[in-house]
T-cell receptor, first 113, second 110 residues
Framework: GAGVSQTPSNKVTEKGKYVELRCDPISGHTALYWYRQSLGQGPEFLIYFQGTGAADDSGLPNDRFFAVRPEGSVSTLKIQRTERGDSAVYLC???????????FGPGTRLTVL | QKEVEQNSGPLSVPEGAIASLNCTYSDRVSQSFFWYRQYSGKSPELIMSIYSNGDKEDGRFTAQLNKASQYVSLLIRDSQPSDSATYLCAVNTNAGKSTFGDGTTLTVKP
């Protein structure tokens, strides 16, 4: 079956702009995670959804970051007033039930100029 | 102190040898433990999960967990050049938060 998909694969934007990153999880997976990864580091947890609700958003760095999952499937990570420090690969993962084995999408590489 | 610590490496082993990768974690309520492999420029790929103390074997891979010592390891037997990658240790609490180490880079030399 289809794996986790993420769009766009690459996004270049200017400082101060708004961006949306999309994640389409594996069908039937109730849990969805967002991470960001910088070069040489492991994925940094941002937010975890169980169904439609954010079960843990403790990793969102500040109020410029927001994520939604309105129907319990596709999720969108929204970043307002982007800063150069937001440049990273944003990874999405899904799992069948709760905090379990996660399957990652290919990521979105965000570059803020 | 990072919540999940791994030696960054690089770890270099000859083809056919055993590669040993280690990970320690600080949160005692951690319940589930995972090893992911990440090739350069790619996303992490799950290779092993372990939930209880002891060893778990899957093909050439063995995961070992010691909750008392807050330690989890991954052994790769008969290492192949295709095993050359960064190996990420991940730790989950039941509440859902998932914490990754920064990974150990493994090079298997033919």
């Amino acid at each position: 079956g289809a794996g986790v998909s993420q769009t766009p694969s690459n996004k270049v934007t200017e400082k101060g702009k708004y961006v949306e990153l999309r994640c389409d999880p594996i069908s039937g997976h109730t849990a969805l995670y967002w991470y960001r990864q910088s070069l040489g580091q492991g994925p940094e947890f941002l937010i975890y959804f169980q169904g439609t609700g954010a079960a843990d958003d403790s990793g969102l760095p500040n109020d410029r970051f927001f994520a939604v999952r309105p129907e319990g499937s596709v999720s969108t990570l929204k970043i307002q007033r982007t800063e150069r420090g937001d440049s990273a690969v944003y990874l999405c993962a899904s799992s069948l039930l709760g905090p379990n084995e996660q399957f990652f999408g290919p990521g979105t590489r965000l570059t803020v100029l | 102190q990072k919540e999940v610590e791994q030696n960054s490496g690089p770890l270099s082993v000859p083809e056919g040898a055993i590669a040993s990768l280690n990970c320690t974690y600080s949160d005692r309520v951690s319940q589930s433990f995972f090893w992911y492999r990440q090739y350069s420029g790619k996303s992490p790929e799950l290779i092993m999960s372990i939930y209880s103390n002891g060893d778990k074997e899957d093909g050439r891979f063995t995961a070992q967990l010691n909750k008392a010592s807050q330690y989890v390891s991954l052994l790769i037997r008969d290492s192949q050049p295709s095993d050359s990658a960064t190996y990420l240790c991940a730790v989950n609490t039941n509440a859902g938060k998932s914490t990754f180490g920064d990974g150990t880079t493994l090079t298997v030399k033919p």
